[in-house]
Structures are given as structure tokens and as C-alpha cells.
């Protein structure tokens, strides 16, 4: 029997091949880099033998798929979730603040945590509780075409919970300003992070390296159930006969046939992979045109630990969002010891503004906004590392959410997978994987009722 062949080797394109050969379907999975994970891999800073990201990703112990993916392939237990939901932010004038959920039945832990914070005053705690009524009450045809600061605005919410509460966390959720970012999507991601329990919204950050909790796990499964993964094999078509899409083309001209196709690329590359008759038709022309929206991660390490917190949320400045690699885990090791210090990534997200300046440029903003915060010791740093992911996901408009394609197609075994895809999530690892898991099961589906 022809395997499934799946198309990229991002967390959509694995997650399928998981899923699919841990029920002992066989799969072939092609990637064009000479490695997997797409845009969630690690590797070895040289200069200090640290391995590092390529950008900082952060889940929350709500994506229920994710967590299920990890326990799969073995590695729930290399993230480290927190015990209940804290968020520290700094203020400019507020100084550092903590927004803690109480684990009390919902709502219950959305009014305590409200009720109790620091970074609110008594007028804009009102005004959440009025967004949170708001957010249990949602019916989705209310925000249809929204952004979420119009949505915002229209239930009641201030200048100052937007810049010190959403824009922070629309900004991590969604990497997109809060100004064109779909109110529905962000909705429904925060109804999963704050509705769905009082753990929900706990911060679930990887203890090791991308490729160590998704990347290497989840090829070892796949080769233990008799799947095969091949590097360095670019995809440039795909063929039907009949109904049926029979083979994919490789850039040498190799053919490869296939009992079904999984399209796992990035929004940028899937309709020109598509068979000739699907493309001419028009299908999928636009994916080619959705907006794209870039993060900036910068490294930095000093003579000593300048950041007394694991995670901060940084409100009025450009720096969004700061994490302490040193504690959060994967350098508290022995064969650590000799590497001592600090080291902190800051993330800039929907970088639109600064991801065309150069690294020295980067360096000293992130600098400039950490000594701002933690004083000289953090404006001088050893050693930087900037990462610059221009294409790091989709901008999630409300327009493209009215373009996202669903698994399906007209082939009937062709199915379309990717964190742009019409999951339902905006442009995330719990995104991806869900859609991979979908056109899995479909293509399982196929397969059963062929036998
Ligand atoms: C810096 C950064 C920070 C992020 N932070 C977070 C976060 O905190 N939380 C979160 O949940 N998400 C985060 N994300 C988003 C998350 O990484 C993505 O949603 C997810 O990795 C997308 O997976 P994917 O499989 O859909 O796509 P991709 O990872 O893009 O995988 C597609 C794969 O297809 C391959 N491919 C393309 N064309 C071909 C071809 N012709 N032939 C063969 N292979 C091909 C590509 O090389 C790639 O490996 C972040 C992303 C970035 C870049």
C-alpha cells in the first residue's frame, strides 16, 4: 500500500505523521530543510554552547492537543507548568505588578484575580469585569469581522487596560497589533485560556530546547511505529488521476506515489504545490496574499542575573515580553555550572516596525528598555544573539479569518494542514497540531474505508 505522504515537517506536518502511525498507517513525511520543526526548532549558540530558540514559545496548560501530542511522544514532563495562572507585568509608573488567578471554580478565579491585582485601579477593574461578563455571554456572529480593539471599545474597555492588560496579551497570542487582529479569533483563545478552568490559563514554558520537547520526540515516535521522514526533499507538485491525487514531485523529478496527500506548508507556499486542476480553478489563490506578521527575539547574557522573575509583561515600551532562560530551566543543569550569569531572550512581536534594523540597533533598544526596568547591571551585556523570523505567522485580520481554508478539498484525498488553516486559534503551536491531527484523521478515515 502507497503511504500517506505528508508535505512539511513543521509541528502541523508531524503531528499528522504521529497520529497517524501510532494507529500503524503508513506515512512518508518530506521536508525541504535539511532539519524539521519549521518555525519551532533550537540550536547551539556558538559563542556560549547555549542552545537556544528561534524564537521564545510559550503554551498555556489549556491547549488541550498540544499536551496530549507531548504525552504521545514522551515529553510533557520537559515543560514546566505553573502551579496556578500568574502574569507579572511592569508598569511605567506602577512599577511590577502581578495579575494572579485563584484556584477557585470559573468565574470565581477571573473575579479574584481582578478583584486582587495591583495593576488596575478601582474604575478599570470595573471595566474588566464588564469585558470578562462579556467574554462568557460571547456569541461568535457578534464580533464577525470585528478587531479586537473595536470589540474593545464596544464593551467599555479603557486606554489604560487596553495598553496594560489586552494589547500585551493580544499582542503574545496573536503577533499582531491589537488595532487589526481578529476579534474572534482572540476571543475564543482567550474563552480557552480563561474559561475553560482555573488552570487554563497557567503558563506551560518548555524547560529544554524547541527540538528536544517537539522536534527529536516526535521523529523517534514516528520511526518506532515504521514511519519515514526524508530532509532535504523540496516538494514542487502534485499529480491526480482520476479523482484521486496519485503522486507528489520532487525538485530532482523524483515521483512518489501516495494513498493521500497532507499539505503541511506555510500559507506562502500551498496553493503552487497544488494539483494542476485545483490551482486552475482558483482555489486557494488568495492564500498566497495573506499578510504576514514578524517577530524579533533578542538573546542576551550577562555577568550576572539581572532578572529576578522567570516571565515579565512589559507594558509602554518596545519590548513586549521578557523570559529568564536561565531559570525557566534548561541551563540549571551540572553541565551548566561553568556557564554562569544571566540569560534573558526579549521578544518583540508583531515586529513590523523593527524587524528591517540591524542587529547593533536591536541590541540597544532591548538594552535601553531592560535597564529602564532592572536598572544599569542590565543595560550591559556580554553577548547577544538576535533572531529575526519575518514570516513568523499569519496576520490574523479579520479578513483572512473569512479566508482560511478548511481541511477538505474538492480531492477527495487531499487535506490542507498548518496553523493558518480555519482552526479556529490564531497562528499557534495548539493551532497547528490540531490541524494536523484533523487531516490525519480524515486521511485515517480514508484508508479504513478502503480496506
Ligand atoms: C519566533 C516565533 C515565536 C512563536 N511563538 C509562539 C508561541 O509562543 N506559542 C505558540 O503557540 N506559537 C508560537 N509561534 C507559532 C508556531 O511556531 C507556529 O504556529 C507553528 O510552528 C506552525 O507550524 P506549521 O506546521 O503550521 O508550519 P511550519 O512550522 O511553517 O512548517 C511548514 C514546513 O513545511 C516545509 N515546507 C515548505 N515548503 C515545502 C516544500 N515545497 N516541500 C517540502 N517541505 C516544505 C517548511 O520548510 C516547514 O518546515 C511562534 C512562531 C515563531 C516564528
Known sequence: ????????????????????????????????????????????????????????????????????????????????????PEFVFHHPRRGFCSFRLPLLPTPLHLLGGIITTDLFSPADKLRLLRAGRALRAFRPEAAGGMTVDAWLDSVGQSAETKRSFWEPLAVAIMNERIAVASALVFIRAIRTAFLSGARGAALAIPTVGLSDLYVEPARAFIERQGGVLRCGADVTGSVVDGENVACVLLKEGEMIPCSALILAVPSYRAASLLPAALRESGYMATAATIPLSPI???????????????????????????????????ENGPENEKRRGGHISAVISAAHAFVEMGNDELTRIVLEDLESIYGPNAGRAKHAVVIREKRATFSCTPEVERIRPRCVTSVPNLFIAGDWTDTGYPATIEGAITSGERCAGRAMALSEGAK
Open 1 to 84: 500500500m502507497n503511504p500517506v505522504v505528508i508535505v512539511g515537517g513543521g509541528l502541523s506536518g508531524l503531528a499528522a505523521a504521529v497520529h497517524l502511525s501510532s494507529r500503524r498507517i503508513p506515512i512518508l513525511l518530506l521536508e525541504q530543510r535539511k532539519f524539521l520543526g519549521g518555525r519551532a526548532y533550537s540550536f547551539v549558540d556558538d559563542s556560549t554552547g547555549t542552545v537556544i530558540d528561534n524564537g521564545q514559545h510559550v503554551l498555556i496548560a489549556g491547549y488541550a492537543r498540544t499536551m496530549e501530542f507531548l504525552g504521545t511522544i514522551g515529553t510533557r514532563d520537559r515543560l514546566r507548568v505553573q502551579s496556578a
Open 296 to 330: 524579533v527575539s533578542v538573546h542576551l547574557w550577562f555577568e550576572k542575573d539581572v532578572m529576578p522573575q522567570e516571565t515579565l509583561g512589559v507594558i509602554g515600551r518596545r519590548v513586549q515580553w521578557v523570559f529568564n532562560r536561565r531559570t525557566i530551566g534548561h
